[in-house]
């Protein structure tokens, strides 16, 4: 029996990472428009993915009426269709595709000043747009070191590996001695890439507000922001109408940033992320249970009512 779900495991993640490989062939115009056939679809059903970015969305925008709300779920379904079929184009694409994707920049001179200082950049990319183009994009202009936790998927593992090197990014493990080569590639000048908007393992976050609402938040990144008092820059990579391509927006991290307090800290990278979210509300990841981890006495807002 356990031979055989191996087989099934293996099978599904080939014809997996085949569709994606398919996918990846086709023009981003008609890449995109079959990603959002595939997230309209999905708005008109019911499924556990669309009831938790409704939640999201009504949690995180309590004071909006029902049907913007409504609106809202429809049109990052759509967009999270689309970020589905791209990931393929993107994972398959060569780094002069990359850079010629990148249609227009703003508040890039932020990246630009903070790295002549030579002290290395916090490169912050929240689950907003297409962040596998953020990562690439700036590992053409700059050395760059980002953690990398490895697929669920075996098969396609290699193909992410590959395609976030090919820029010449260097990924490195998230334990110890992934922290300890980021602190050696900030003292080098590098950029470190940061997914600052994943729940962190117990005992290695605090919470800190997000939209209003407690939600716990990783402290590595303020940890090493601190050490060097290095710049921090949020970043996020705007999914163009039409596949025209991509609109990378950076913006300089709030007050509070290299606090050694983790909370007020903390507070500070949920400001930033929150900053970015509310630019391009329709493009962001709602459909992850950002809040499933609560203070305690707190009820889990993705449970059955």
Not at 72 to 85: A, D, S
Not at 275 to 295: A, D, G, H
Request: a positive charge.
């Amino acid at each position: 029996m356990k031979t055989s779900g191996k087989l099934k495991t293996k099978i599904r993640d080939k014809l997996t990472v085949a569709i994606l490989r398919g996918l990846s062939l086709l023009p981003l115009p008609v890449n995109h428009a079959v990603g959002a056939c595939i997230g309209l679809l999905v708005y008109l059903f019911p499924s556990d993915f669309k009831r938790v970015t409704r939640i999201n969305i009504a949690t995180c925008f309590p004071d909006k009426p029902r049907l913007w709300q409504q609106q809202l779920v429809r049109r990052n379904l759509i967009e999270t269709g689309k970020g589905l079929t791209e990931a393929g184009y993107i994972w398959w694409s060569k780094p002069e595709r990359i850079t010629q994707l990148v249609k227009q920049t703003t508040g890039k001179e932020l990246l630009d000043s903070a790295m002549a200082e030579q002290k290395g950049a916090l490169y912050v990319v929240p689950h907003l747009g297409c962040w596998e183009m953020c990562g690439m994009y700036v590992a053409t202009l700059y050395p760059m070191s980002s953690l990398y936790r490895p697929s669920g998927i075996e098969s396609l593992d290699e193909v992410i590996r590959q395609a976030r090197q090919s820029t010449g990014a260097t990924l490195v493990p998230t334990d110890t001695r992934g922290v300890k080569l980021l602190l050696k590639a900030l003292n080098e000048g590098q950029c470190v890439g940061i997914l600052p908007d994943q729940v962190p393992q117990a005992g290695t976050g605090v919470f800190a507000p997000l939209f209003g609402v407690p939600a716990y938040t990783m402290v590595l990144l303020t940890r090493l922001a601190a050490k060097h008092k290095t710049p921090v820059i949020f970043s996020y990579a705007e999914r163009l109408p039409h596949g025209q391509g991509y609109h990378i927006h950076f913006i300089k991290a709030a007050e509070g940033i290299h606090d050694k307090d983790q909370v007020i800290a903390a507070t500070a990278t949920n400001q930033g992320v929150e900053t970015l979210i509310r630019e391009c509300p329709e493009q962001y990841s709602w459909s992850y249970k950002r809040f499933k981890r609560q203070p305690e006495g707190s009820r889990d807002p993705y449970s059955p009512q």
